[in-house]
């Protein structure tokens, strides 16, 4: 599913118009980006936890030179499910 099929389903369950439903789901998702952008976590009981973390430096090897290199450190999103996530998707 992508962003255009999400939106759809948003509006038919929320019973409202496609433009409207694409303002919300717009607006929710800059809010997550910001927000974690920001180094702030969002949790949503029931849904998950939308965080940064932290990786640290590490090394890794160049695949066509085979040589050694050093990947800096850097922050990545991670979301992790809740467990009532978890159970509806082992449920299917």
């Avoid at 999400?6 to 303002?23: N, P, T, Y």
């Avoid at 932290?54 to 090394?59: F, L, S, V």
């Amino acid at each position: 599913m992508n962003k255009s099929d999400f939106i759809v389903k948003v509006a038919e369950k929320a019973e409202i118009d496609k433009k409207e439903a694409e303002k919300i789901v717009s607006a929710v998702f800059d809010t997550i980006v910001e927000t974690v952008a920001n180094g702030d976590d969002i949790r949503i009981v029931g849904f998950g936890t939308f965080e940064s973390r932290e990786r640290k430096e590490r090394t890794g090897v160049n695949p066509r030179t085979k040589e050694q290199i050093t990947i800096p450190a850097s922050k990545i999103p991670a979301f992790k499910a809740g467990k009532a996530f978890k159970d509806a998707v082992e449920a299917k």
